[in-house]
């Protein structure tokens, strides 16, 4: 069975019809989108926490605006609240929006075109085809 010329497949060979090392190269195609989905990701958290301060401080300033006032301050402060809670939560949209424009203009940037498919060997897609023709009918 292992005199046939055309089954040359050793036991440990791949069974698959793509060449050898096209697309393998530093992990191939998925590694690297992998790697700019992670990045973007990165980008994007990065935001939200930055985003997320910003909200803060401004509702920090909110309320500290209203303070030193006296009395008057503190019937002032349910008015304060609302106010910072308002502009905090612009601030933090504003920051997501961006954060996430960046980041995906990033990611698009970097990505590029579509990747190429693996090249068949069609010499060896030959010899495989022709052990199987074999098994199925002895006669070939």
């Not at 069974?15 to 990045?39: E, F, I, N």
């Not at 809670?85 to 590029?112: D, M, Q, T």
């Amino acid at each position: 069975m292992n005199d046939d010329p055309a089954r040359q497949v050793q036991p440990n060979e791949r069974q698959d019809v793509k060449k050898r090392g096209a697309g393998s190269a530093g992990g191939g195609p998925m590694r690297g989108t992998l790697r700019l989905t992670v990045r973007a990701l990165g980008e994007l958290l990065g935001g939200v926490a930055a985003a997320s301060a910003e909200a803060f401080r401004s509702f920090n300033e909110k309320l500290a605006a209203g303070e030193g006032e006296g009395a008057a301050g503190a019937s002032a402060l349910g008015a304060d609240f609302v106010d910072g809670v308002a502009e905090g939560n612009a601030r933090f949209l504003e920051g997501i929006a961006a954060a996430s424009r960046k980041a995906y203009e990033n990611f698009k940037a970097s990505h590029g075109p579509a990747s190429v498919p693996e090249a068949i060997d069609y010499e060896r897609l030959a010899r495989h085809v022709a052990v199987e023709l074999k098994k199925a009918d002895p006669k070939v």
